[in-house]
């Protein structure tokens, strides 16, 4: 799904107001009708006890208003805070007029702020995507206020004080929801790092935005969820045969760790390749004989670390780092594999060590060939570029890295994001913190390098938007059945399988 800015998204709202023939007030209605349907399903009239709504003087706050509206009208207790404003929306000054009589409301003051009693729930309505400076006054004593009390926030479409696709000043005073429910589309501050303690869960309400407008809208973000990648994996054909799903060339492991390595390669395998090889150090082969009888094992002639590079013209894409350490004979290895990937344009994944020796030894970058996948973890990513400033810098970083070589850049995290040689940036929505466990990545490098091996089905992007959606998936599935704390990288890769099943193309007739 797409990302808007805050200016598209309020061009998304005049578009729907157009489309629909409805006045801004009705989308008004809609979307609070969204939300109040969301909060009521979740929580009883005495499971919610009395709710504070605070409404700021923009339609954020019209949204507080109508919501407290139909929470009072549906029999929840409710009570209103209203922001001193000089001026409100006309939409918010309308639900203000429309506020039924005897729902108590007050203007806050910074010698008159509501008494919150532990659990209080509170609903943040005091600015949405029209936040245009960070808070001051009454409204940051307010949100202070809210952060001693030890309440049950909801926002209302994005935490208060919170820009919504643009950095802010350190010392922003903004609120900490637990729960945050938008309009239909995501906004780019959820997927941040440093905004997770501000937008607590954020959910989705659909409001029926103009379906043609947001087809057309022009992005540079996308969110990738189930819907983006459903049936983007080609079916296999009933007459197969093994050459049909690329034969990949895997080099990992060194003395110590080939644990790596055959991670990497049983996922390899689980992820629909064809034909697999894996080049490892003589101390590996009987390792690997033993835990992947699946992959053939071609041994290099130095016992603990790679020291010379194969042949590649059987090879339809190379993967290169984990475990694989970074000895000098190594780095010889990885430039070698640079040069000939690109005269014979094989596609390349390059993860783990393979990435620290392009950090110490940046000049390779001018090697990589077009469309080569590099699959950092934020340090990592920093050894290849430079520290970055905040969330926001570090996506420019990534951007700017893609572009200049032409590139797919993986920046593992929660909502791993994929960097593109044409510039957008897509956000997975897969993924669990059981994930956050030796060996993740291991696996993640095998599932590309499969992907990328069946370059006849898949394009480059779209064997990384599956790679990283399947894979985040089966995180998920394994800690569901395991347990966040207790699943591992290898309880992961047997639910490869499921997860390639959902994204599966149905069958055809
Ligand atoms: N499609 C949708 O998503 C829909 C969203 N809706 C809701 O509308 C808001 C956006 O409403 P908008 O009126 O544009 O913006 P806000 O409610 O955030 O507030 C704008 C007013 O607040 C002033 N402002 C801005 N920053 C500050 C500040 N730091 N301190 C004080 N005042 C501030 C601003 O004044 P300016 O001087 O900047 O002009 C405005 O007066 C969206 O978030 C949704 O909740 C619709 O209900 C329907 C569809
Ligand atoms: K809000």
């Known amino acids: 799904m797409k990302i808007l800015s805050a200016d598209q998204t309020h061009a998304a709202d005049q578009a729907t107001i157009k489309t629909d023939r409805i006045s801004s007030l009705d989308l008004m209605e809609r979307a609070a009708t969204a939300l109040a349907d969301w909060l009521m399903n979740r929580l009883s009239p005495s499971e919610a006890g009395e709710a504070h709504v605070l409404c700021g003087p923009g339609n954020n706050g019209g949204d507080g208003l109508v919501l407290a509206r139909l929470l009072h009208l549906a029999g929840y207790a409710v009570r209103v805070w209203l922001l001193p404003a000089d001026k409100r929306s006309a939409d918010c000054q309308a639900n203000l007029d429309r506020l039924p009589a005897n729902i ?3 203007e806050v003051a910074e010698d008159a702020l509501p008494t919150l009693p532990d659990g209080t729930l509170v ?4 600015f949405g995507t ?7 006054g009454v409204a940051a004593a307010l949100v202070r206020h809210l952060h001693k009390a030890k309440a049950r926030v909801l926002a209302v479409d994005i935490p208060s004080g919170l820009f919504t696709d643009a950095p802010q000043p350190a010392d922003s005073v903004i609120v900490r929801a637990y729960h945050t429910v938008s309009f239909e589309l995501p906004k780019l501050a959820f997927l941040l790092p440093h905004n997770a303690e501000y ?7 659909p409001i029926g935005l103009d379906a043609k407008f947001l087809a057309k809208a022009k992005v540079e973000h996308y969110f990738v969820d189930a819907a983006f990648v459903a049936g983007k994996l080609p079916r296999r054909a009933m007459f197969s045969h093994k050459g049909m799903y690329g034969h990949a060339l895997l080099l990992a492991g060194s003395n110590g ?13 689980r992820s629909g390749v064809g034909l697999l090889t894996v080049r490892t150090p003589g101390i590996g082969y009987d390792v690997l004989q033993t835990t992947a009888p699946e992959a053939m094992a071609l041994v290099d002639p130095n016992q603990d670390h790679l020291t010379e590079l194969p042949a ?3 090879y339809d894409a190379v993967g290169m780092g984990p475990g694989m350490g970074q000895e000098d004979a190594t780095r010889v290895v990885l430039e070698q594999l640079l040069r000939e990937a690109g005269e014979q344009q094989l596609a390349l994944v390059l993860d783990a060590d393979a990435l620290n020796l392009l950090g110490t030894h940046r000049e390779l970058l001018d090697l990589l060939p077009p469309d080569t996948v590099l699959t950092p973890h934020p340090k990592e990513f920093e050894r290849l570029t430079e520290p970055a400033r905040d969330d926001y810098h570090r996506l420019e970083l990534l951007r700017n890295f893609c572009q200049k070589y032409r590139c797919y850049c993986v920046l593992k995290g929660a909502y791993t994001c994929l960097g593109t040689p044409d ?3 897509y956000f997975n929505s897969t993924g669990s913190p059981g994930m956050a466990s030796g060996g993740s990545g291991d696996a993640l490098t095998g599932v590309l390098t499969a992907l990328r091996a069946q370059s006849k089905h898949l ?6 938007l599956l790679s990283i959606y399947a894979h985040g998936r089966a995180g998920t599935l394994a800690a569901e059945a395991l347990g966040e704390a207790s699943s591992l990288a290898h309880d992961l890769i047997e639910k490869l399988g499921l997860a390639f099943q959902e994204l599966t193309a149905p069958e055809e007739w």
Do not use: F, I, N
Not at 459 to 464: G, I, K, N, Q, T
């Open 104 to 106: 108590p409301q007050a």
């Open 123 to 126: 609903v943040d309505a005091l």
């Open 130 to 136: 029209g936040l245009s400076r960070p808070l001051e």
């Open 199 to 205: 937008v607590g869960q954020w959910h989705l309400v």
């Open 257 to 269: 760790k080939m644990g790596a390595c055959v991670l990497a390669t049983r996922a390899c395998l």
């Open 312 to 314: 590649l013209k059987s």
């Open 423 to 425: 510039g957008p940036l």
């Open 459 to 464: 394009s480059p992007l779209d064997a990384c």
